[in-house]
């Protein structure tokens, strides 16, 4: 791992850290859920322009699809934080989970061929 890469682990810390000496402290799990909410809206309104139907509009200048997907990442970590859940473990949950359950469900799809 370089420098510049953050395990999820780390990435729940340094949330952590810096909403306490930084952000003062976190917004309630249900602000945190709103905010969640709107930063998928933002994602979607610039994927919907990208790579959608939809023309860009003057106020959609300025607009990063990295920053966003950020943004959601962001709140996801704060939800997290906020609720106890380790999402690393969480994830390779997830992943158990799906490659269990789904082993042969995506390979005999035709849809997806």
């Known amino acids: 791992m370089n420098s ?4 999820l682990p780390e990435a729940q810390q340094m949330v952590d850290q810096w ?3 930084i952000g003062v402290r976190y917004f309630s799990e249900l602000t945190n859920l709103a905010i969640l909410t709107e930063e998928v809206g933002e994602l979607a309104r610039i994927m919907a322009r ?3 139907d ?5 106020s959609d200048e ?14 996801l970590i704060c939800l997290a934080n ?3 859940v ?5 994830f390779l949950k997830n992943i158990e989970k799906k490659t269990s359950r789904d082993k042969d469900r995506h390979q005999n799809n035709e849809k997806l061929k």
Do not use: H, P
């Not at 939809?54 to 003057?58: A, I, L, N």
């Not at 380790?86 to 969480?90: G, V």
């Open 82 to 84: 906020q609720t106890g």
């Open 86 to 90: 380790d999402l690393n473990e969480a």
């Open 4 to 7: 510049n890469e953050v395990t």
């Open 62 to 75: 300025g607009k990063d699809m990295a920053d966003e997907m950020a943004d959601v990442l962001w709140v």
């Open 50 to 52: 990208t790579y959608g």
């Open 19 to 21: 909403i306490k000496t």
């Open 54 to 58: 939809q023309s860009f509009k003057k």
